[in-house]
């Protein structure tokens, strides 16, 4: 944007200088969905157990339970455009992740810092039935599956006092745990 202000004439927002919290706001935020990337093979062993029955003669079956807390990330990361400084805060929501896709439709509003991290703790439970034949060891490995999205975005930032905007664009990304699986193995 030229950063011409349309009610004053010559007036002119600064896109050259930082966007500040104090003079501007978040108009618009506007998605590259078709640009978009979902890194989804991400995996971790969280856990595993063990089900020893070499000698049984019946089924041996041990219940194997996971508890992880995880921390979810979020921010938005200039590459173009205005500077925004770092901290600015901004309301808005983002298209979440299901399945290794993009959501079409953007969640609820949710509180921003440029350039910081946004973190949300949560914890993933399973309970998990390892069972072993007769005459067998089986290992029970819990694996956490998570996923990493960088959507590109421009937003839009408008003067609070002239009628004026300024465009910066970047990388939303976003890091969360989706799902937990059992992956079972025997000798």
């Not at 919290?21 to 506007?30: Q, R």
């Amino acid at each position: 944007s030229s950063g011409i202000n349309a009610e004053y004439g010559n007036i002119e927002c600064d896109c050259s200088r930082a966007i500040r919290g104090e003079n501007y706001e978040l108009e618009n935020v506007v998605y590259d969905l078709e640009a978009a990337k979902v890194h989804s093979d991400l995996r971790e062993v969280v856990g595993f157990q063990y089900v020893h029955n070499k000698n049984g003669t019946s089924e041996q079956t041990a219940i194997f339970e996971i508890y992880q807390t995880r921390t979810e990330t979020a921010i938005f990361t200039k590459t173009a455009g205005a500077e925004i400084e770092t901290g600015t805060a901004f309301l808005t929501g983002f298209h979440g992740v299901e399945e290794g896709r993009i959501y079409e439709e953007i969640s609820g509003k949710y509180e921003f810092a440029h350039g910081i991290a946004r973190k949300k703790h949560t914890i993933l439970e399973a309970s998990y039935h390892c069972n072993a034949p007769p005459g067998s060891t089986v290992k029970c490995v819990a694996l956490l599956f998570r996923y990493r999205s960088e959507v590109p975005y421009t937003q839009s930032w408008r003067h609070k006092r002239l009628a004026c905007t300024c465009e910066s664009s970047g990388v939303f990304s976003e890091t969360s745990a989706h799902e937990m699986q059992l992956l079972v193995e025997q000798d």
